[in-house]
T-cell receptor
Framework: QQPVQSPQAVILREGEDAVINCSSS?????VHWYRQKHGEAPVFLMI?????EQKGHDKISASFNEKKQQSSLYLTASQLSYSGTYFC???????????????FGKGTHLIIQP | DAGITQSPRYKITETGRQVTLMCHQT?????MFWYRQDLGHGLRLIYY???????DKGEVPDGYVVSRSKTENFPLTLESATRSQTSVYFC?????????????FGDGTRLSIL
């Protein structure tokens, strides 16, 4: 089942913060986050594995709540370059860690204005 | 340069024709995937492959055929193209087992079926 992302779209001013959420109805082994700019391929941001860890680099971080089967992506002090569509991709809980592709959400469109 | 390349980048064809989309990666990654991306649906998995000669269906496999005779190549064939298969197709690869590895995407093939 496809994870649900919220919000569908958000418009921010440069320097503001954003949170993008990803929820799944099934047990998760991993959550991936990707960013895609118009006309380009999705670009990997980070993976979170079960265990509730938080990751981050630069001003983008993410958390994974295994019990709630939710992940959130945090963008702080947003920059113009952060504009794009953000996708979460979930990996199901299989024995051995899973071997199939990801199930992606429909995406969150993020527009950063100067 | 190492990477994952797709060809052609753009393709226009007619209903009923056979068309093959190519995907080539130079990393010797074990896993390869085909996704289609449509407005309102995000990325949906068509087929995936764990190794040469091992392929399996994803979420939306109907109307598509894949093969993987060599680790580096993973072609996708539409045997009799239909208008509903107009989409952007992305190939991706990962180095290791399953959903705890980042996926690296090609630049995509924009396919229009008239």
């Amino acid at each position: 089942q496809q994870p649900v992302q919220s919000p569908q779209a958000v418009i921010l001013r440069e320097g503001e913060d954003a949170v993008i959420n990803c929820s799944s109805s099934k047990a998760l082994y991993s959550v991936h986050w990707y960013r895609q700019k118009h006309g380009e391929a999705p670009v990997f941001l980070m993976i979170l594995l079960k265990g509730g860890e938080q990751k981050g680099h630069d001003k983008i971080s993410a958390s994974f709540n295994e019990k709630k089967q939710q992940s959130s992506l945090y963008l702080t002090a947003s920059q113009l370059s952060y504009s794009g569509t953000y996708f979460c991709g979930t990996g199901a809980m299989y024995s051995g860690g899973g071997a199939d592709g990801l199930t992606f959400g429909k995406g969150t469109h993020l527009i950063i204005q100067p | 340069d190492a990477g994952i390349t797709q060809s052609p980048r753009y393709k226009i064809t007619e209903t009923g024709r056979q068309v093959t989309l190519m995907c080539h990666q130079t990393w010797s990654h074990s896993y390869m995937f085909w996704y289609r991306q449509d407005l309102g649906h995000g990325l949906r998995l068509i087929y995936y492959s764990a190794a040469a000669d091992i392929t399996d269906k994803g979420e939306v496999p109907d109307g598509y055929v894949v093969s993987r005779s060599k680790t580096e190549n993973f072609p996708l064939t539409l045997e009799s193209a239909t208008r509903s298969q107009t989409s952007v197709y992305f190939c991706a690869s990962t180095p290791g087992l399953g959903s705890n590895q980042p996926q690296h995407f090609g630049d995509g093939t924009r396919l229009s079926i008239l």
